[in-house]
């Protein structure tokens, strides 16, 4: 059973860099089936696409955090990275990573990890 | 502002059926591109309930089924039990935003 485990810091002081890891357990990240991907969600807020990344190392991100996120992979280790800049207090979320259905355009998003809570504060 | 407009609630008594609505446009749902529902309960990560407007996930319920017709898709629930009171979001692409987007969220509160 594939599972996803976000790790990295829960506090990140204002204009820094938020850095988070997924690892993926129970199977392959190099799969042509999927892209695998990061959600975020504020406190008391909906969801919100951040971006994704296949195997390959080819991304897509929300154009809203495209100048700020940046989105890795290493499928030696099976794990792909997320990277956002300049951090604010808008930017206090629940990270999620999650694995993308790959179609004609990248489609649903399953499992997703556990969630890690990252505020922004100095 | 969300792409994909949902219900910020709606609400059931328990065994009625509900339905949580997601209105999108011609450069998502109009277009074509699927919709997928989720829900999620307080504290949790949000689970795939709904696939490719209508398939559902093995494990998940045969009271709960998704259509699509036109720039709309929507989430009916049949025999509404306590358990299906959580948040709920649908999810699609948009050729515009050249990327994944979602609803807002509609919160299930069971009567």
């Known amino acids: 059973q594939l599972q996803l485990q976000e790790s990295g810091p829960g506090l990140v002081k204002p204009s820094e860099t938020l850095s988070l890891t997924c690892t993926v357990s129970g199977g392959s990240i190099s799969s042509s089936s999927y892209y695998w991907g990061w959600i975020r969600q504020p406190p008391g807020q909906g969801l919100e696409w951040i971006g994704s990344i296949y195997y390959s190392g080819s991304t897509y991100y929300n154009p809203s955090l495209k100048s700020r996120a940046t989105i890795s992979v290493d499928t030696s280790k099976n794990q792909f990275s997320l990277k956002l800049s300049s951090v604010t207090a808008a930017d206090t979320a629940v990270y999620y990573c999650a694995r993308q259905r790959r179609q004609l355009v990248p489609n649903w998003f399953d499992p997703w990890g556990q969630g890690t809570l990252v505020t922004v504060s100095s | 502002q969300s792409v994909l407009t949902q219900p910020p609630s709606v609400s059931g008594a328990p065994g009625q059926r509900v339905t949580i609505s997601c209105t999108g446009s011609?450069?998502?749902?109009?277009?074509?591109?699927?919709v997928h529902w989720y829900h999620q309960l307080p504290g949790t990560a949000p689970k795939l309930l709904i696939y490719?407007?209508?398939n559902r996930p093995s494990g998940v319920p045969d009271r709960l089924s998704g259509s699509k017709s036109g720039a709309s898709a929507s989430l009916a629930i049949t025999g509404l039990q306590a358990e299906d009171e959580a948040d709920y979001y649908c999810?699609?692409?948009?050729?515009?935003?050249?990327?994944?987007?979602f609803g807002g969220g509609t919160k299930l509160t069971v009567l």
């Open positions: 490719g407007d209508s």
């Open positions: 999810q699609s692409y948009d050729s515009s935003l050249s990327g994944s987007v």
């Open positions: 011609s450069s998502n749902i109009g277009a074509g591109y699927d």
